[in-house]
């Protein structure tokens, strides 16, 4: 099984010079990235700080960020990457639950908080290039990263993923997917979105490049597709619905990018209809629809999707019935073995002895996924709880509805995912109030959503607030959620 840092140590050595991370202009070569990242390894272990003691690394797409992932795993750490779009609030959250002790910024923070922050760039700036010794690396069972998902608590969890699961899921990327010799990887998640992962080490260890694409570009449309027309990607990574956005474009095409062999779509429900377009469009890229829990890291599964497969199925299939790592309950909820699943939840044993198990000697996972098998093939069909995912997003409704129901003018609320072409498109709430509406509706609204983006990022925050004088309930005395979701569709 690969070693990931002795295996980028290798791209470094063999080929120093060599693009490792591109960001608007910005490169990173593989001689910074590896030097660089020693620098930071030194610089935190002059702290003391107790081994695998977590260390916060924020800011957004940057090549300093990963120095920093680099230099924390050096120094026997597991980095949180939490991205600058975060309200400074569940940043405090995730220090608080972490207890980290140290954050390494690569952008400027503007908010106070309660541990030492560090620039990146003050690390790389010693004059040093003495290496750390391999002994001191993180390695084997030890935890390699954090990352926080939303909670059903109301408190986001923290997926603690090792050494050893990243090593056994680069493998299965290598073993599986077409990545040629000199590969160019998009990097368009967030590294605080699991799915960035799948860009970032099958790259690295490789001794490939990433050419990532940051928030401001996606939001300019000239400014993204004049990136993705210089980046000669050859791997596309991204969840569905950043290739709808696209695919808006006329002009995305194989023209466009003449170099793209391979689409990896993960995070989400893959539409059939997003497949055709892409296929006509890119007649000379193979599609692959991958499967996967950030608790299980990444992804476990995954099919080639071709004509014949769009053809017979309406829903796009997660996997083949083979794969010997996945199981069904009687109840139909997918449960993950094998090598990549986390060691759990951190400093949360309630947390993780309630979806997290030892069988013979092996975790297993339960996903709260539920899925279905047909024609040799394993389908997903929903969540067993509220748990949904939005443009590629894991979140819990329950963590929003606790959230509003937190603001000072709300005595109870619902949050439902809006559906349309068997997709969650975007979030609707029902709010009960304390008082009845002396003002607009619409004030009401603007008042509640600027009041929730101090606690939630954008893209939990419900699009659409209705008034109601009561949730309706149901015999057993608790929200009839069903009879809300019909409400939506009259």
Known sequence: MVSILAAIEQAARKHPAKTAYQVDQVILTYSDLWHFSDRVAHSIMKLGLQRQQPIIVYGHMSPFQIVAFLGAVKAGHPYIPVDSSIPSERLQTIIAASDAKLLLSTEPLHTNISIPVTAVEDMIAQPSNEPVQPSCWVRDEEIYYIIYTSGSTGKPKGVQITASNLASFVTW???????????????????????????????????????????????????????????????????????????????????????????LFCGEVLPP??????????????????????????????????????????????????????????????????????????????????????????????????????????????????????????????????????????SDCVVLPIVKDDEIVSLSTYVVLQEPLTDSAFKMTKQLKSALSDYLPSYMIPKTFKYVEALPLNPNGKVDRKRLAAWETV
């Open 173 to 263: 990327m290598q073993e599986n997917f077409p990545i040629q010799e000199s590969s160019v990887f998009l990097n368009q998640a967030p590294y605080s979105f699991d799915l960035s992962v799948m860009d970032l080490y099958p790259a690295l260890v490789g001794g490939h490049t990433l050419h990532a694409i940051t928030q401001e570009q996606i939001a300019n449309p000239k400014d993204l597709f004049d990136s993705l027309a210089g980046s000669n990607s050859t791997v596309w990574t991204s969840t569905p619905s950043f290739a709808k956005m696209c695919l808006m474009n006329k002009e995305w095409n194989q023209d466009l990018m003449p170099a793209l062999t391979t689409f």
């Open 273 to 410: 209809s997003v497949v055709k377009e892409i296929m006509q469009r890119f007649p000379h890229a193979g599609i692959y629809n991958l499967y996967g829990p950030t608790e299980t890291t990444v992804a476990v599964s995954y099919v080639k999707v071709t004509e014949e497969l769009v053809d017979q199925f309406e829903q796009l299939p997660i996997g083949p019935l083979s794969n010997p790592n996945i199981s069904l309950l009687e109840d139909g909820e997918i449960v993950i073995s094998g090598p990549t699943v986390s060691a759990g939840y951190l400093k949360a044993p309630e947390l993780t002895a309630k979806s997290f198990q030892l069988l013979n000697g092996k975790r297993m996972y339960k996903t709260g996924d539920l899925g279905y098998e047909k024609d040799g093939y394993l389908f997903f069909s929903g969540r067993k709880d509220y748990q949904i995912k939005l443009h590629g997003y894991r979140l819990e409704t329950e963590e929003i509805e606790k959230q509003i129901g937190n603001l000072p003018p709300v």
